[in-house]
C-alpha cells in the first residue's frame, strides 16, 4: 500500500519579513505544484481519509485564510487542476485588521519603537516587557505569543489595544496581511477543487483556554463557515498544530460539533487514519526551493527523518526564561515548584543542578489525590498550604499555565514565576 503524506502552507507571497516562517514565495509554490503533479498522485482530503492505493498520495492543506490564498495560491492550484483544503480562522474575515499573530510581530519589529518597555494588565497585575533591544523585542513577542494564544477574544484585545496605544500603532493592518473577504471564501467553497474546514475564531490554543471559550471557539467557527457556504463544515485543523495545542476536550467537542476529521501538525506520514482521525499529522512546508522540496518529500515518504524578562512594578511576578529570572536566583526565599508533571520535575531538576536545592521547599498540585505524598523526599502541598507560608517563590511550568497564573492571582499569592 502507498504512504500517505498530508502538506501544509499557510501564506503564498513574496512577503520580506517572514517572522513566523509561514511564508512560500509565488515561484517556489508553483514549482512545489508542478513537480508533485508530474510525480505524485495528488488526492482531495476526503479522498486521503480512506485512501488504500498502492501509488504513494499526497493532500494539500492551507491554514488560516489570508488573502494571498485567494490572489496568489488558488490560481496555481486552477492551472495544475491540484485539489486543497482551506482551514479558515474565521474571526479576520471582511475585516481591516490583522490577525494577533503577525499584529505583535508588526508591532515590535515593523515600525520603530520609541519606547524601553511595554506595560500589560494580566489579571489585575501590571507586568513590564523591556523592549529597548532587538533580543529583548524577540523575547517579548515569544512571551505574548505564549500568553495571547491562551487569552479569551475581549482578554487578548485589551492586551492588543494597549500595546498599540502605547506604541502608536495604526490598527488597520497591512494589505498584505489581511484575510478574505466573505465573499472570496464563498467563492473558493463554490470551486470543485476545494474544500472549507474551520480553524476556530481566533486562533487560539485549544489546549490552554477553558472549556466554554474552547467550545465557544469551536461551534462560532463552524456556525460562520456554514453560514457563509451553506452547507455542513466537516473538517477542522488546530491553530498551532503541535501535541500540546490541543487536548481530548477539544476533540471531544469536535465530534460533538459533528467534525468528522481533524488535522494537527506533526509532520509524520499517514499509516492507519482511521486509528487517530482527529490527530491527522501534516508536514510544514518551508520556504523550499524545488530541490529541497523535493528531498524534503522524499526523506518523509520514505522515512529517513523524523518530522521536524519581565517584571512587575511591584516586584511581584516574573514571566520568561528560567535562565533569565535574575529575582529568583538572587532571592534567598524558599521555593514551591508548582505541578509535579514532567515540567515541575524538570524545574526541580533545574535548580537543583544550580545550586538551589536547598531552597525547594515542596511541590504543588491541584491534584488531591497527590497531597501528602513525596517526590525524592520533597512534600507535595494544596494551594492551602503554600499559603500560609510567607515570602516563598511560587515558580511554575505548565500547558495550564495562564490558568494557574490567573488562580494565583485570585488567591493572593505573590512572588510568582511563570517559566515559558
Known amino acids: ?24 514565495e509565488e515561484e517556489y509554490f508553483r514549482a512545489h505544484m508542478s513537480f508533485l503533479k508530474e510525480n505524485y498522485k495528488v488526492i482531495t482530503f476526503e479522498e486521503m481519509l480512506s485512501y488504500e492505493g498502492e501509488d504513494d498520495a499526497v493532500t494539500i492543506t492551507f491554514d488560516d485564510g489570508f488573502s494571498d490564498f ?16 482551506v482551514f479558515i480562522t474565521t474571526g479576520k474575515l471582511d475585516t481591516t485588521t490583522e490577525l494577533w499573530t503577525t499584529d505583535i510581530l508588526r508591532m515590535l519589529f515593523e515600525d520603530e ?18 523592549i529597548f533591544t532587538i533580543e529583548q523585542r524577540a523575547e517579548a513577542y515569544r512571551i505574548l505569543r505564549h ?18 496605544e502605547q506604541l502608536e500603532i495604526d490598527p488597520r493592518g497591512r494589505n498584505e496581511y489581511l484575510f478574505m473577504s466573505k465573499k ?41 463557515l456554514e453560514s457563509i457556504l451553506e452547507r455542513k463544515i466537516k473538517y477542522f485543523a488546530y491553530p498551532f498544530g503541535g501535541k500540546n495545542e490541543y487536548s481530548d476536550k477539544a476533540v471531544d467537542i469536535l465530534r460533538q460539533c459533528g467534525i468528522e476529521a481533524a488535522c494537527a ?46 517584571q512587575s512594578e511591584q516586584q511581584l511576578s516574573f514571566i ?46 491541584n491534584n488531591e489525590a497527590m497531597w501528602g505524598h513525596k517526590i525524592d523526599n520533597t512534600p507535595i502541598w494544596n494551594v492551602e498550604q503554600v499559603k500560609k507560608m510567607k515570602d516563598v517563590e511560587v515558580v511554575f511550568s505548565n500547558v495550564h499555565d495562564m490558568q ?11 512572588n510568582l514565576h511563570w517559566i515559558i
Open 147 to 164: 500568553i495571547l494564544m491562551q487569552l479569551g477574544e475581549n482578554a487578548r484585545e485589551s492586551v492588543l489595544d494597549s500595546i498599540r
Open 184 to 224: 472570496e471564501v464563498r467563492e473558493i467553497g463554490n470551486n470543485p477543487l476545494i474544500t472549507i474546514g474551520a480553524h476556530t475564531v481566533n486562533h487560539i490554543s485549544m489546549s490552554r483556554v477553558d472549556d466554554m471559550e474552547l467550545l465557544r471557539e469551536v461551534q462560532d467557527s463552524i456556525r460562520d
Open 113 to 130: 519603537v520609541k519606547i524601553e518597555e511595554l506595560k500589560i494588565e494580566l489579571f489585575r497585575q501590571r507586568v513590564i516587557l523591556p
Open 404 to 414: 494557574l497564573f490567573q488562580q494565583f492571582i485570585g488567591e493572593n499569592l505573590q
Open 320 to 365: 520568561g526564561k528560567l535562565e533569565s529570572d535574575t529575582r529568583l536566583w538572587k532571592s534567598d526565599r524558599k521555593i514551591v515548584i508548582w505541578g509535579t508533571g514532567i515540567k515541575g520535575q524538570n524545574l526541580y531538576e533545574k535548580l537543583s543542578r544550580n545550586g538551589q536545592a536547598e531552597r525547594i521547599l515542596a511541590f504543588g498540585d
Open 70 to 85: 485567494y490572489e496568489k495560491a488558488l490560481p496555481v492550484l486552477m492551472e495544475y487542476e491540484i485539489p486543497a483544503t
Open 1 to 24: 500500500m502507498g504512504k500517505k503524506l498530508v502538506l501544509l502552507y499557510h501564506r503564498i507571497n513574496n512577503t520580506k519579513n517572514d517572522y513566523n516562517r509561514i511564508t512560500v
Open 265 to 310: 501538525v506533526e509532520g509524520e506520514i499517514l499509516d492507519s487514519i482511521q486509528d487517530d482521525i482527529y490527530r491527522i499529522s501534516r508536514l510544514n512546508i518551508g520556504n523550499w526551493p524545488l530541490e529541497l522540496f523535493r528531498d524534503k518529500l522524499e526523506q518523509y515518504i520514505s522515512n529517513k527523518e523524523p518530522c521536524e524578562n519581565i
